[in-house]
């Protein structure tokens, strides 16, 4: 047995895609950091106060995992849905009533949703309530702020796809107060609807920016906000003393 | 090699011709006094951590979507509006402050203040001391405390204040427009923001405490008007009991 993980792990093939040894001494648990394209935004050495459960609560991690769990069944839905007014809503109803597990993809996508609005919103309360905003995090504090909106954003977005009374209606509340600013608000209005009146064009607007505009947003400015965690010395868990 | 001093500091090795030195740039830099010893390797814990919180979460993720199906009502029908027309749960806070004042003071003015606000935080308070704490000191925790209470009674009180005695109702005709869905819902949210702010400037607060109190007001106040609207509000956008709704309405369903 020994003799086959040997030859295994020591195999070109298995050379080529680690190129570290078995992570228990600190040069290979270095190199795993180092060399791996999805751990290499941690640092090497994390400071013990910054995994303090009761400092973070895990929610911006728990932020990232909902994101990747939301776009993962995000995509699975689109293998079944159309956004015209004609087929949307009947796409959904198949969706759930024919598809084998159909009601369960769209349940884990809608709770996920909710969930991610909800952390997002409990992970700003954090940072602010252990002033880790302070310098030098100013700005990754505002680009915090700007991966809010953008949630807020892609949940509002997919609110409407379902075209039933619930989205049509929420939609419709929505915007109209976008239409109360001054000079701006009807021209958002127009841009985000193209129409008078929420209608076909508000869903093509609206699938284009929940599947494509939006997420690519967020994935680029979280890759950016993460990066800068560790470029500003980690959590500030760590400044305290 | 003649030329290395011979009192290097940190080698004891005469030999060798680098030395390890420390650059403080803007003191207090953060590592100073925080050797590498209060660290860990990232490799295992950090990995481990994080597959532990990817599976609480998509365990409470599952039970969630087994438990519970994903709201999908009738086709949507531009004749036939619902009663009450609800916005998603997290813009109700908006919605419910539209019930209180002109719309463009409230669903405009007041959230551009709050989101530019929110932006300005580290730019207000701009001292590096007192990041990684929770609240700061104890005295920084007694007033996000006292603020959370105080906007858990002022602003349940101002909703049920002006959904009995609406100025914008009982003044219609009596003073122009502006003065009585801009000029007096907009005083009295500013009264409700200042007094705080004068109660604390008697005690000389920093830039910290000043944001804890401003904060706390609108995070608590967020949370007060997003159940409101979402919980309490039935059809016809009135006040009610959430388990005492009329006509079987759940606002749970609205999900």
Known sequence: MSNLVQTITQSRIWRSFFRH????????????????????????????????????????????????????????????????????????????????????????????????????????????????????????WVLGVGL?????????????????????????VGTSVAGYAPVLGSTAKAYLLGGPEVGQEALTRFYALHVMLIPLGIALITSVHIWRVRKDGGLAANDDR | MTNIPTRT????????????????HRAPAQMI?????????????????????????????????????????EIANPNQTTDPAKAPWYFMGLQEMLEHGHPTLMAVVIPTILVLFTLAIPYIDNDRQG????????????????????????????????????????????????????LIPGTIMAAIVIAPLLVLRR??????????????????????????????????FELYWPWNMPDGYNPFMNL
């Open chain 2, 203 to 236: 005690s000389k607060p920093n830039a910290r405490e000043v944001v804890l109190t401003l904060f706390t007001l609108m995070f608590v106040s967020a949370i007060v008007f997003t159940l409101t609207g979402f919980l309490f509000r039935g059809p016809g």
């Open chain 1, 148 to 172: 809010l909106l953008l949630t807020l954003g892609a949940s509002f977005t997919g609110y409407l796809l379902p075209w039933d009374q619930l989205s049509f209606w929420a939609i419709t």
């Open chain 2, 33 to 73: 006094d925080h050797g590498p010893e209060n660290t860990v390797f990232a490799f295992p814990v950090v990995a481990l951590l994080e597959l532990l919180l990817t599976l609480s979460v998509s365990a409470v993720l599952l039970f969630m979507s087994l438990t519970i199906n994903a709201p999908l009502e």
């Open chain 1, 21 to 140: 040894g078995w992570p228990d001494n600190p040069l290979d648990r270095s190199l795993v950091m180092t060399s791996n394209i999805f751990f290499h935004l941690h640092p090497v050495k994390v400071n013990r106060k910054s995994l303090r459960a009761t400092y973070t609560f895990g929610l911006g991690v728990m932020a990232v995992i909902l994101f990747l769990e939301l776009t993962l069944t995000g995509m699975l839905l689109m293998f079944y849905y159309a956004p015209t007014v004609e087929r949307a809503y009947t796409n959904i109803v198949a969706l759930q009533t024919q598809t084998p597990y159909g009601q369960l993809l769209r349940n884990l996508h809608r709770w996920g949703a909710h969930l991610m609005v909800l952390v997002v919103v409990l992970h700003m309360a954090r940072v602010f309530y252990t002033g880790a905003y302070k310098p030098p995090r100013e700005f990754n």
């Open chain 2, 9 to 24: 500091p940190f080698s004891k090795s005469s030999g060798k011709t680098y030395t390890l030195v420390e650059l403080v």
């Open chain 2, 131 to 182: 990041s990684g704490r929770w609240f700061t000191s104890e005295r920084g925790k007694r007033i996000a405390r006292n603020t959370a209470i105080y906007a858990l009674l002022v602003m349940p009180a101002f909703i049920l204040l002006d959904n009995s005695f609406p100025p914008r109702e009982l003044l219609r005709g009596v003073v122009p427009d502006f003065v009585a869905q801009t």
